[in-house]
């Protein structure tokens, strides 16, 4: 009986790519990292410099983590099966949720399967109908669902904007209990929230604050340890949600972490922690040894950030119109969406793979190419990406 429906979908999937709004993935062929092999459409493969994955820390193909994920199995197994208030905790379950606690200096830590669950299970047990819920309008998809699942009245402010927070603020006094919720670093654009002003507008406006450190942890702050340690916030944040999927190894998993009182409300009522499966001894015994990695040593984070200068000041020089990032994201803007998809097709036959982004994912007028420096990037590769950034750049009459 499918006949109606697949018509309907062929219309609308050749709209969407009419529109050059089509997803196409490409096949990576090798393990992710600084420099990988894709597939071309002829099945050929093509080595090429990676400036779009979100490995920050160079941890995604590393020999230390993928040993700890080999042991965990040999010791724990593959799969728990469960659930993890039926039978899916193990030690290591709980030893990971206390590290990621010790790491963000807060009391406990709740494990998802992606902070995806993470930010969808964190709103409905904590707030009701007569609860407010201020969230910045730059938010991740995930957090705009996860509000979406609770009844609490909703306020929305400009991106940073501290004069329409004030306002919601002032609105949401008539609810019981309010939340401000924003992104640490935002990811088309690569600034960090004012967690410091944020901080202060919830004390004086008797709210909570949430942060999805999805792109700020193990990036910001003079350690990576996130905003809180940039903005030297601690105790002032009351939820940090994160992913094990970014800077942490790259592997998947997500978390909740916080105060003790929430971290166990949400183990009793979050549905998709309740009603999904636990994460697999491999991702939580290697990411035991991401935070081992991270807590001996602040090299990587220290490369990190130095690559992130370096690209930065270089591409600066040459000429290029650069969003100030706070973050290891860097946005280069070309404003027209047809130059940043030509520019971008440009760079990957140079060997450089990166993203053009246009609108509706970032503002219209507004298209860029956005590049993720990592600590897995070598000086030597940095400046081929440069480079080809400026002979594609000139040819296309970006910069002089
Ligand atoms: C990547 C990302 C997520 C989703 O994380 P997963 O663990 O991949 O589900 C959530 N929020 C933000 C801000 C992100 O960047």
């Known amino acids: 009986m499918f006949g109606k429906m697949k018509q309907h979908l062929q219309g609308e999937l050749s709209e969407i790519k009419a529109a050059g709004l089509y997803k196409n993935e490409r096949i990576i062929t090798t393990p992710q990292y600084s420099e990988i092999k894709v597939q071309g459409a002829d099945g050929t493969e093509k080595s090429v410099l990676n400036f779009c994955a979100n490995n920050y820390l160079g941890l995604s193909n590393n020999k230390r983590v993928e040993d700890a994920a080999i042991k965990a199995i040999q010791s724990h197994g593959y799969g728990m099966s469960s659930v993890r208030f039926i039978c899916g905790t193990q030690d290591l379950h709980k030893e990971l949720e206390q590290e990621i606690a010790r790491y963000f200096k807060t009391e406990d830590t709740i494990l998802y399967a992606a902070c995806f669950d993470a930010n969808g299970g964190v709103f409905e047990p904590l707030f009701g109908e007569e609860d407010a819920i201020i969230s910045d309008s730059l938010n991740h998809a995930s957090i705009i669902d996860g509000v979406r699942l609770c009844k609490a009245k909703r306020y929305r402010f400009a991106n940073a904007n501290m004069e329409e927070l004030e306002e919601c603020l002032k609105q949401a006094q008539a609810q019981r209990h309010r939340i401000i919720v924003t992104d640490g670093v935002f990811s088309m654009d690569g600034n960090v929230a004012p967690m410091d002003k944020i901080c202060d507008l919830a004390e004086k406006y008797d709210a909570l604050v949430m942060v999805d450190e999805c792109h700020s942890a193990g990036v910001v702050g003079a350690t990576g340890r996130g905003v809180a340690e940039k903005y030297d916030c601690y105790g002032r944040i009351d939820i940090h949600t994160g992913t094990l999927g970014k800077a942490f190894g790259g592997a998947?998993?997500?978390?909740?972490?916080?105060?003790?009182?929430?971290?166990?409300?949400?183990?009793?009522?979050?549905?998709?922690?309740?009603?999904?499966?636990?994460?697999?001894?491999?991702?939580?015994?290697?990411?035991?040894?991401?935070?081992?990695?991270?807590?001996?040593?602040?090299?990587?984070?220290?490369?990190?950030?130095?690559?992130?200068?370096y690209f930065r000041t270089r591409m600066v020089d040459a000429g290029f119109d650069i969003k100030p990032t706070q973050s290891a994201i860097c946005a280069i803007m070309l404003y027209d969406a047809k130059l940043s998809q030509d520019y971008a097709a440009r760079l990957l036959e140079e060997g450089i793979y990166v993203t053009g982004f246009y609108y509706p994912v970032v503002p219209k007028g507004e298209a860029r190419i956005r590049v993720q420096l990592s600590a897995a990037h070598t000086q030597e590769q940095l400046d081929r990406a440069i480079a080809a950034f400026i002979k594609v750049g000139k040819e296309m009459g970006v910069i002089k």
């Open 252 to 309: 998947i998993g997500g978390f909740t972490t916080g105060p003790k009182e929430i971290i166990d409300m949400l183990r009793q009522r979050s549905r998709p922690y309740l009603f999904s499966n636990s994460i697999p001894p491999a991702v939580v015994g290697a990411s035991l040894e991401v935070f081992k990695m991270l807590n001996e040593s602040d090299e990587l984070h220290t490369t990190l950030m130095s690559n992130v200068e």
